[in-house]
């Protein structure tokens, strides 16, 4: 067998990468409420199943293809891959087809607790194809934003080794859009009922996201140098984050949370994305403890500003990948004594090319992510109906529930004995889960009403 460790090292980050789909949701399950928790996962998985085939269709062809007007590669340059056979290519088609996956699967946790689920599988393909491949071919690929590109000819070169803009920016923009499109959940801001329902589940999404992202952000690296650097800003990074996001909370809410842990590390995840190869260990934890603090007051903005990122994608993936981008425009280490950010007397270059590849990335997804969800949602229609959100999306949209407690309403001793069940509440795991579910729907409509 005649293979490279190169090929052993891509291929085993490419698992590590295609792992974050499933952690993720995990982590966006327990995020929500228990009614809605497959289908998150669901949303998360269905992503990994529509981007595969989209990948060796077309997606690999538009991010690597001959260059159409330096916004997309040829999609009909590799269709269906079959002309990769024999090649490594293959390896390198793997690889980026986690990216795309993890990408878009990120924006489902803005519109959580809400959104059709056969409306989300006709947007993935659509916006893989329209946002992210030419984005992906636009930073990666040889367009616009690579080097010799129109637009980096003019503004500079952009630094983005794993995703800043490709990845969290886009996503986070997408997220954005599709909150406003879908509008808020019912009683979103006054039901305690919306708060995360399973903690540890989340605490467990985050550390395999955590465990994916060595793979995610190291699998492209080129020596055995730069995979160091980049492992131990990975590592580094989200230990500041976390650090930082608990400080946050304690100073501004009184308690530390496992909640602000976990998101905490994925804020410095994001943040350390595009900044992973280029700057130093100390400025990568620098960087984890700003952008934890900052994520930690930016998932509050939604209820100043009153729209609902229901899994907060939008304070955390598009504002630490806003942190992550633009740092390098300070941070950035010099290339054999050339260039580098402003901390380094690198000058103004860098962060003008940083803020252009932003603006850039913020208008494709922002706009195109618009353009896609409306005309879904006044066809298809993109949010389940208000007796649906109630009675909860894995029982409306897959006939599914993720607990059943139903066999508790017996005594495993007395068998034909039932524990009593107060009137008008219902008591501890005893109680009937349609009870439950009807005292749950009595307070959502009072909550609505309110």
């Not at 949303?43 to 085939?53: C, K, N, P, R, T």
């Not at 943040?271 to 100390?282: F, L, M």
């Not at 949602?377 to 599914?400: N, W, Y």
């Amino acid at each position: 067998m005649n293979i490279t460790a190169d090929n052993v090292w891509v291929m085993v980050s490419a698992a590590l990468a295609l792992l974050m789909t499933p952690a993720l949701g995990l982590f966006y399950s327990g995020m929500t409420r228990a009614k809605a928790s497959l289908n998150m996962i669901m949303m998360s998985f269905i992503s990994a199943g529509i981007v595969g085939a989209v990948w060796v269709l077309w997606g690999y062809s538009m991010i690597s293809g001959k260059s159409v007007m330096g916004i997309f590669g040829n999609p009909f340059s590799s269709f269906g891959s079959a002309d990769l056979v024999g090649s490594t290519d293959l390896i390198k088609l793997g690889f980026s087809a986690t990216f795309a996956i993890v990408t878009v699967a990120l924006i489902s946790g803005a519109i959580a607790d809400r959104a059709k689920f056969t409306s989300w599988v006709v947007f993935v393909p659509i916006w893989i194809t329209l946002v992210y491949c030419p984005l992906a071919f636009m930073v990666w690929g040889g367009g616009l934003l690579s080097p010799g590109g129109a637009i980096s000819s003019v503004f500079g070169q952009v630094i983005d080794f794993a995703g800043g803009t490709v990845v969290e920016i886009s996503s986070g923009a997408a997220a954005f859009v599709l909150a406003l499109i879908l509008g808020k959940r019912h009683g979103f801001g006054k039901d305690p009922s919306h708060r995360p329902h399973n903690l540890p589940l989340i605490m467990l999404g985050a550390g395999l996201l955590w465990f994916g992202w060595f793979g995610f952000n190291a699998g492209a690296a080129t020596t055995a140098e730069q995979a160091g650097l980049i492992w131990v800003n990975t590592l580094v990074a989200p230990a500041g984050a976390m650090l930082s996001w608990l400080v946050a909370e304690k100073i501004r809410h009184g308690h530390p949370t496992s909640l602000g842990a976990a998101s905490g590390v994925v804020a410095g995840l994001v943040a350390i994305t595009p900044a992973c190869a280029n700057i130093a260990p100390g400025a990568a934890l620098a960087l984890g403890l700003v952008a934890g603090a900052a994520c930690a007051v930016f998932v509050d903005l939604k209820h100043k500003f009153g729209f609902d990122d229901s899994l907060d994608v939008v304070g955390v993936h598009l504002g630490g990948g806003l942190i992550g981008t633009l740092a390098l425009g300070f941070i950035a280490m010099p290339v054999n004594g050339k260039g580098g950010g402003l901390f380094y007397g690198g000058g103004l270059q860098q962060l003008i090319a940083q803020i252009v590849a932003v603006l850039v990335t913020l208008a494709v997804s922002g706009v195109l992510t618009a353009i896609i969800g409306l005309v879904i949602h006044k066809t298809l229609g993109f949010r389940v109906s208000h007796e649906s959100e109630l009675a909860g999306v894995d029982l409306s949209e897959h006939a599914e529930t993720a607990y059943e407690f139903g066999g508790m309403t017996r005594s495993h001793f007395l068998p034909h004995v039932h524990l009593p069940v107060a009137t008008g509440s219902v008591h501890s795991a005893a109680g009937s889960s349609h009870a439950a579910t009807a005292v749950e729907t009595r307070s959502e409509k009072h909550d609505g009403a309110a």
